[in-house]
């Protein structure tokens, strides 16, 4: 993936954002290859009842819920349904922002830079569409999402939001059913592992080794 994103004619300095937790392992090294600064952008999934792992929706901090509808339908469930979910999963995405940041990894300005999402799979895209509504905001001069594999429709519907898509596999959905099943090992990333990847990466670029951050 990414030797896939480093052929890709970037409009402006490149920033590698990594989705916590899976997305910031792959970030690092896609931020490596490219000689760019490395951040995170905290999304929380707002899990189906019974069923959490199956976003119902998804949101950054400070910004509008993406609603999966489709699932919802199938599921027979309203955003009502979910108003307790979505409220837990603000407090969760304020925690994890608070642990994650620290003095060493402030965050970089979107603001005209070609900005690089990274996760480690797409599913239902839900996570995605919010982090990619969440970096519109912010004005950057393009965005790129990068993945190692996603359901083909929602490739397409990632794409159809106008942002370019690398992806390595886009698999058919009666394949698919977690990101997980796609890896031969998919141990939990814990936020501490998260934090000093994001500082490491920082020193790094500082220290000559990967460039400079602009």
Known sequence: MADLLARHPFKAAPLVVGLPRGGIPLGYEVAKRLGAPLDFLVVRKIGAPGHTELACGAFILGGEVVWNTNVMKALRVTRQDLDETYQEEVDEAKKREEALRTPDSPPIPLA??????????L??????????QG????????????VPFGPASVCRAIEDLGCALICDQRIDENSFS??????????????????????NSRREL???SLGSVQ
Do not use: L, N
């Not at 599913?123 to 990619?132: D, E, S, V």
């Not at 970096?135 to 990068?146: A, D, N, R, T």
């Not at 977690?178 to 500082?199: A, L, M």
């Open 178 to 199: 977690s990101v997980g099943e796609w890896y031969d090992e998919f141990p939990q990333v814990s936020t501490e592992e998260c934090r000093d990847i994001v500082v």
């Open 112 to 121: 005209g830079r070609s900005v690089i999402i990274i996760d480690d799979g």
């Open 206 to 208: 500082e220290g000559g």
């Open 135 to 146: 970096v519109k905001g912010e004005h950057p001069s393009e965005i790129i999402v990068g």
């Open 123 to 132: 599913a239902t895209g839900a996570t995605m569409k919010a982090a990619i």
